[in-house]
């Protein structure tokens, strides 16, 4: 198995590429398109700048990654699947302790061919919903961030498509052009899933769409690395060492904002954390204003698991596409046959726990997976809230609140899960989600902060650097 990765290709890979001339000549011929798109829809105003980033040189564990100053559109997006497990087999479902598939199993092609599209269009159109963000960074540490999430993204996309190119033909190449032409948030050719198609305006919801929404990535790449159709579960393995970082930049950077609130707050003797004017005129953002960041961005990625019950998510797992989070670790047949999952409804207004078979609820289970995966982070934000002294704790909104896909559609109910009727929650949903105050607050707070070593007020400096860089580091050469 190739660990190490051939750079003198055009496009970098450990899948010998240089042996398939059919495959390279599709991969070479989408290349000028994926540089179109990302110089049109990658970060605005910031392609020729160098960034110091770090690009995945192989798939070894114990060192996959170099850092050096790149401009973004020469990064090295490259190809890259975790080593072939030996005689590895499907670990779940109908198929289990068959051989895991090296090709298309024929009978699942279409429903593979979804899931393969469904993650690749999420990747780049979390570039395009990113896309203005260098323009009001709060750092060049945390500008370097973004970009370093951006081009990763892109790679996720390369690797999607590689999968659609080298195994499904003709209508792989058609899905792959596909992905280079849905744009977030467009009327008539929108991304696929609708959280990516809402705006990601400011620094406070890019930290929590790393949080959350690559938080819903982990767990579904992690269900995809299960897969039995070995190539996709081979190149998610890999992405997930991506991953990791994502979320750390989003947890890190809602715990900078936490701290520094509390910080000023107690210099200058605040002790209520609802005292809206005083802590905004100070230049920093009230905890009440993170928590409703917070609600939006975790109830449109709680979405994203689709419907608590679902035949689709059963029909994947029994035909061994896409398993549970931790599948192989968990101690129980893997086919789920004659059990019961415990799902929260609503019926005759009352949340109510309805055992559901357990093969229709998979996305119910994942989506709870998901939900103490978050609530972790919540309680280490936390943590930084009651260290610095003050009386407040930021709260996972309830599961019905705010909900557009589910059991919990057309349902409304407040973050507690307080039900009530629409027009009582119309009028209250600007004390659950930002409101155009709230925009405006933040709009004129994020003012870009691009002096070396130089924080924004709202934000603090973060504990260590980035490949453990000085605190007077770099990190973007702005051109
Ligand atoms: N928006 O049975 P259902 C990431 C559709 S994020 C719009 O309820 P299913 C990343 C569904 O397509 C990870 N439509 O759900 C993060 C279906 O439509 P059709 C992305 C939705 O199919 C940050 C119908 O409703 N990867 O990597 O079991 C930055 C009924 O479906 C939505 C994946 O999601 C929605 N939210 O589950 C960068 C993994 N939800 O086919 C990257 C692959 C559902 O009837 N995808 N629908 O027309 C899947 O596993 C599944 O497709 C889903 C949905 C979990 C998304
Ligand atoms: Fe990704
Ligand atoms: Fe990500």
């Not at 449109?300 to 989070?325: H, P, Q």
């Not at 691009?450 to 934000?459: E, L, P, T």
Request: one cysteine or more; proline letters at 5%; charged letters at 25%.
């Amino acid at each position: 198995m190739n660990i190490h990765v051939n750079y003198d290709d055009l496009i970098p890979n450990n899948v010998d590429l240089s042996n398939d001339p059919k495959l390279k000549r599709a991969l070479e011929k989408w290349h000028p398109g994926y540089i179109n798109w990302w110089k049109d829809m990658g970060p605005e105003g910031f392609q020729t700048a160098d960034v110091y980033l770090r690009t995945a040189v192989s798939v070894d564990p114990k060192g996959w990654a170099k850092f050096g100053y790149v401009k973004m559109p020469e990064y090295r997006w490259g190809i890259l699947l975790a080593p072939q497990v030996e005689d590895r087999t499907v670990p779940f479902g109908e198929h289990k302790g068959e051989l895991a598939w090296q090709d298309v199993p024929g009978e699942y092609r279409a429903m593979l061919r979804r899931l393969i599209v469904i993650q690749g269009d999420t990747e780049p159109a979390s570039v395009e919903q990113q896309r203005y963000l260098g323009k009001t960074a709060p750092s060049l540490y945390d500008m370097r961030n973004l970009f370093q999430v951006n081009v990763e993204e892109g790679r996720h996309l390369w690797a999607m498509v590689y999968l659609l190119q080298r195994y499904f033909g003709r209508d792989g190449r058609e899905e792959a052009e596909g992905l280079l032409a849905r744009r977030s948030g467009d009327a008539d050719n929108p991304r696929m899933l609708g959280a990516f198609n809402e705006k990601t305006p400011d620094w406070l919801s890019f930290f929590m769409f790393t949080f959350f929404t690559d938080r819903d990535g982990k767990m579904q790449l992690e269900s995809l690395a299960q897969s039995g159709f070995d190539p996709l579960s081979r190149t998610t393995r890999f992405m997930l060492t991506e991953e990791a970082h994502h979320m750390f930049v989003g947890e890190s950077g809602i715990a900078r904002t936490i701290e520094r609130t509390c910080e000023v707050m107690k210099a200058n003797g605040i002790d209520d954390p609802h005292d809206k004017e005083r802590i905004r005129a100070l230049g920093v953002i009230d905890l009440p204003t993170i928590q409703k960041k917070l609600n939006l961005h975790y109830s449109l990625s709680l979405d994203l698991f689709g419907s608590e019950v679902s035949t689709n998510a059963a029909n994947a797992f029994n035909a061994g596409l896409k398993g549970r989070y931790q599948e192989t670790k968990i101690e129980d047949d893997h086919m789920l046959r004659d059990v019961t999952y415990p799902v929260l409804e609503l019926k005759d207004g009352k949340f109510v726990t309805v055992d559901e078979p357990a093969l229709a609820a998979l996305n119910g289970r994942l989506r709870d997976d998901y939900s103490a995966d978050c609530q972790k982070g919540v309680t280490r934000w936390n943590k930084v809230i009651e260290k610095a002294g003050v009386n407040f704790e930021l709260k996972l909104s309830h599961p019905a609140f705010h909900r557009y896909i589910g059991g919990f559609t057309n349902v409304y109910a407040s973050p507690t899960g307080e039900l009530m009727d629409k027009a009582a929650w119309e009028k209250r949903k600007g004390e659950w989600l930002p409101n155009t105050d709230d925009m405006d607050f933040i709009y004129h707070l994020m003012q870009p902060e691009y002096g070396i070593g130089k924080y924004a007020n709202w934000i603090s400096p973060p504990k260590v650097g980035i490949d453990n860089k000085p605190g007077d580091f770099e990190y973007v050469k702005l051109a």
